[in-house]
């Protein structure tokens, strides 16, 4: 199967500028009073260290319109001014991620309500409420200022819309919106009652005006209602999103606007977000040690960059990296010799188009003052960071070529944010450890040790053109899931299941009839049972002359026509199936009972991989800590094979002969595009 539309090379995200975005954030309106030495220096600075873009505005509200109604753009004008004269695209924000003091004393309805109901005092950011009508014109009337001055300034790349959407207010307002969500969502109250299943602690719904968000101070124990609030906190956003982009898509059609997110926050489903952005980007802070662990964090981290860019199946922008150390973490450790350019290779690997950081220049005060910058307090070029930083920039000069470059993968991984707030909230099975976003992350760490590229889609996304789907735990099924996957395999892919699957409807209602629900007949399987083991307990999967240990959850399956492959090594289900598979249509539905440590998915992944014939990035054994990433034009394959290790590591790699790779190399390699 191949990918009819997907296109081998995309455009550059800004038109016209075929280069990788090299800079981040800037903030200019922390130094008004200098601008005649510091902003000078600034643009002597970033050219220096081969910097070619600069984030700016982004929480400059307070400059820009430091009373009301009273705008103040002529700094801004010289800083865009500045830029371009300087050869740079402006990343342009919206200010809305904090607003100006005068404006929450004047009007406290745009003061966000925490889910005790008490209003928030002014300060911090992300602190508004996204219902408030009044802050939805004056966001409005920024942005609209913002788009008629620069529409036709030659710097203006990229519109970065606020800052990290994050939280949820629950303000009256916003209790009314929910409502009206509700109201359309279900048509009417019965319908909201029979999916939330009210009638447990006579908790039924005789009145719309009764409904409430979930709160600690009341209701907390109707699942579809905690699913339901947290679907609408994600339309919130993209209704805020889409708020905010009007003036700009009116006034500035073809500037690509994004917003930045972070990765796996657990608050918006970015699936659904990602659909109102042109570009997807993130905000990627890696806690490297300088030991092993970082072999972990760098699985961490490449799932991540695969999942931002599978949002929207093309490349992403990385728009925020830390240079140095980054000081929200409990360590704020250095980057070791190496890490900087390896880090920022390693998002260009996934499919970054952009090695941005947070922060150009460090601020004197406040709480970020000492997080790692492109230029220090000290002020100079002649510091090590700084080097590091050039020297990415000198690199970044010669990859244009990577710049839309695709990744071809064949393998897609499911994480659904939808299935993740259920398992959250489930009480039952293993409450501390359903994991779900780790058990992902298990499942992936086979294709990243052995270089096989991979999405990572939500269960609504299609399935055309993948050959293998794996869905570790996907105990809700949304609407068209099931189907979906039941044509992808009837058309011959090959899709993996594991326990707790398909034991909930989307508003979190049990199936009835036996799980795994409307995937049963696709996976040959009833699931009548399943143990939860205690820390440290353990059985085992019986596989090929093998005992490898299952541990955490223990699925207690009846073959329905699939093929029994593995058993259950001990306890009263002994010799039960633990490891099946069902032939369904032209394709094959792999179920895998237990939780089990990576060697079991090593060896089960090796063996459906050779099955499948599913290419590896190279055509070699890889090393531990060693991972090799795929980007092609559909002419040239872009190789990169990093290592995350503090050791030089001997790779020895095929045709391309034996590479000694020093600690922490990126190495990238060019070779002619195979057809595909
Ligand atoms: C986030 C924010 C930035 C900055 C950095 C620090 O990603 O978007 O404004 O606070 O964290 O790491
Ligand atoms: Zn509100």
């Not at 928030?120 to 939805?136: A, D, M, Q």
């Not at 806690?287 to 072999?295: A, L, P, R, S, V």
């Not at 036996?514 to 009548?528: N, Q, S, Y």
């Not at 179920?591 to 099955?611: H, M, S």
Request: aromatic share 12%; with cysteine; charged share 25%.
């Amino acid at each position: 199967m191949s990918k009819p539309d997907k296109p081998l090379r995309f455009p550059p995200i800004v038109a016209g500028f075929p280069h990788v975005l090299h800079g981040g954030d800037y903030n200019p309106d922390q130094w008004i009073q200098w601008k005649d030495t510091i902003w000078k220096e600034d643009m002597r600075l970033a050219k220096l260290a081969g910097i070619n873009s600069l984030s700016v505005g982004i929480f400059a509200w307070a400059a820009l319109e430091p009373r009301e109604g009273e705008y103040h753009f002529e700094w801004l004008d010289e800083v865009m001014n500045m830029l371009a004269e300087n050869g740079m695209i402006a990343v342009l924000a919206t200010p809305s991620g904090a607003r100006p003091g005068w404006m929450s004393r004047k009007y406290p309805e745009v003061l966000r309500v925490n889910e005790y109901r008490r209003r928030n005092l002014h300060g911090g950011r992300h602190n508004h409420c996204l219902s408030s009508p009044l802050y939805r014109e004056k966001t409005q009337a920024i942005n609209t200022a913002l788009a008629e001055r620069y529409h036709n300034h030659p710097a203006l790349g990229v519109w970065h819309i606020s800052n990290e959407y994050s939280g949820e207010c629950h303000c009256p307002l916003c209790q009314e919106r929910f409502r009206d969500y509700l109201k359309e969502k279900y048509g009417s109250l019965e319908a909201l009652n029979e999916a939330w299943w009210t009638a447990f602690w006579s908790h039924s719904y005789s009145d719309w005006a009764e409904v409430e968000s979930p709160s600690p101070m009341g209701e907390t124990n109707t699942h579809g209602l905690n699913l339901d609030w947290k679907r609408f906190t994600t339309e919130q956003f993209v209704d805020f999103y889409l708020h905010e982009l009007g003036p700009l898509k009116r006034i500035t059609p073809h500037v690509p606007c994004t917003t930045n997110l972070m990765g796996t926050y657990p608050g918006i489903d970015y699936f659904r977000l990602a659909e109102a952005l042109d570009v997807a980007s993130w905000d990627s802070y890696p806690q490297w040690t300088g030991t092993e662990k970082d072999i972990e964090t760098a699985i961490q981290f490449s799932f991540k960059h695969d999942l931002t860019r599978s949002l929207k199946a093309k490349p992403f922008m990385l728009m925020e990296s830390s240079p140095s150390a980054t000081n929200w973490r409990p360590v704020a450790k250095l980057h070791r010799p190496n890490v900087h350019m390896l880090q920022s290779m390693q998002a260009l690997a996934h499919g970054a188009d952009t090695v941005q950081y947070f922060q150009f220049r460090k601020g004197r005060g406040a709480s970020e003052k000492f997080h790692g910058a492109v230029v220090d307090h000290q002020g100079t070029e002649n510091t090590r960071v700084f080097r590091d930083v050039a020297a990415v920039g000198r690199r970044l000069k010669g990859l244009d070529g990577i710049v839309g470059a695709s990744t071809p993968a064949k393998t897609a991984l499911i994480f659904d944010w939808h299935v993740r707030w259920a398992l959250d909230d489930i009480k039952g099975l293993l409450q501390s450890k359903n994991n779900y976003e780790q058990t992902v992350i298990e499942h992936y760490r086979v294709f990243w040790k052995q270089g096989i590229p991979v999405d990572v889609i939500d269960s609504v996304r299609s399935l055309e053109g993948y050959d293998l789907v794996i869905a570790p735990m996907l105990y809700l099924l949304r609407d068209g899931a099931a189907e979906s996957i039941g044509n992808f395999v009837k058309q011959g892919g090959t899709f993996v299941a594991t326990y707790v699957t398909g034991y909930v409807n989307q508003t979190d209602l049990c199936y009835q009839g036996g799980f795994p629900g409307p995937l049963k007949e696709v996976l040959g399987i009833w699931c009548e049972e399943i143990d939860a083991l205690y820390p440290g307990e353990s059985n085992s999967i019986e596989w090929q002359g093998k005992s490898y240990r299952a541990c955490d959850f223990c699925e207690l399956v009846h073959s329905r026509g699939a093929e029994v492959l593995g058993v259950y090594g001990s306890d009263f289900y002994a010799g039960r199936p633990a490891l099946t598979v069902n032939s369904y249509g032209k394709g094959k539905a792999y179920f895998i009972g237990a939780r089990t440590p990576v060697e079991f998915l090593d060896d089960f992944y090796r063996l459906l991989g050779k099955e499948k014939n599913i290419p590896r990035a190279l055509d070699a054994e890889l090393p531990e800590g060693i991972t090799a990433q795929l980007r092609t034009d559909g002419k040239t394959d872009y190789t990169f094979v990093l290592n995350f290790t503090p050791k030089t590591v001997r790779l020895d790699a095929g045709s391309r002969g034996i590479k000694d790779l020093a600690p922490y190399e990126a190495w990238i390699s060019e070779s002619p595009a195979p057809p595909r």
